[in-house]
């Protein structure tokens, strides 16, 4: 058990709708990260955050946000839903500073059909 | 652009047998290098980690290897067992702390 939460589970929805994943960093981490990992595919970076700001962006697509919120936990919101957004999406935290070594959660595997 | 780079998509060893994944990278800002190990169904769990300032680091029967001039690395897991049938991912980060991963490796350990 890494310490990192992610809920829910799984998720099944429609084409053009809006879903909401949530992730609680391991006690302590400020940092949080987000990844989608596509069928078969390597993990690629979305966001990060650390402590409420957001700090880097990666291939996120303009239909998808998240925030951090006060009590460190992150949201990851995707919307206007597409086929192509069906993948295994993954929470990270990391300790601040200097480390380098990522925990991630279990993921939500999302289906859009 | 892909920066890390596993072109072995899978990998079979007998038990016992030593299993060796590879990893290539191309952005020489990276300067940490760390290896996963996932099962279907859960996250990637942290397995092992080097430092750019060294060349090997042993963890029970884990180790990671890194030749910088080459830009490439390695783990190699001995004695293989079972519960190593896995898929292994390589990740590079560099000051920004951001991971940078490769594709997979699927290792099965046969019996």
């Known amino acids: 058990d890494s310490g990192v939460t992610q809920t829910p589970k799984h998720l099944i929805t429609a084409t053009g709708q809006r879903v909401t994943l949530r992730c609680s960093p391991r006690?302590?981490?400020?940092?949080v990260y987000w990844y989608q990992q596509s069928l078969d595919q390597g993990l690629q970076f979305l966001i990060q955050y650390y402590n409420g700001e957001e700090r880097a962006k990666g291939n996120i697509l303009e239909r998808f946000s998240a925030q951090q919120f006060p009590d460190l936990h992150s949201e990851l919101n995707l919307s206007s839903l597409e086929l192509g957004d069906s993948a295994l999406y993954f929470c990270?935290?990391?300790?601040?500073?200097?480390?380098?070594?990522?925990?991630f959660g279990p993921g939500t595997r999302l289906t859009v059909l | 652009d892909q920066q890390v780079k596993q072109n072995s998509p899978s990998l079979s060893v007998q038990e016992g047998r030593i299993s060796i994944l590879n990893c290539d990278y191309t952005?020489?800002?990276?300067?940490?290098f760390l290896w996963y190990k996932k099962y279907p169904a859960e996250g990637p769990t942290f397995l092992i980690s080097?430092?750019?300032?060294?060349d090997k680091n042993e963890d029970g029967r884990f180790t990671v290897f890194l030749n910088k001039s080459a830009k490439h690395l390695s783990l190699h897991i001995v004695p293989s067992q079972p519960g190593d049938s896995a898929v292994y991912f390589c990740a590079a980060s560099a000051r920004d702390y951001k991971l940078s991963f490769g594709a997979g490796t699927t290792v099965t350990v046969r019996a």
């Open positions: 952005n020489s800002m990276f300067d940490y």
């Open positions: 080097i430092s750019s300032i060294k």
């Open positions: 006690s302590g981490d400020l940092s």
């Open positions: 990270a935290s990391r300790a601040w500073p200097g480390h380098h070594t990522q925990y």
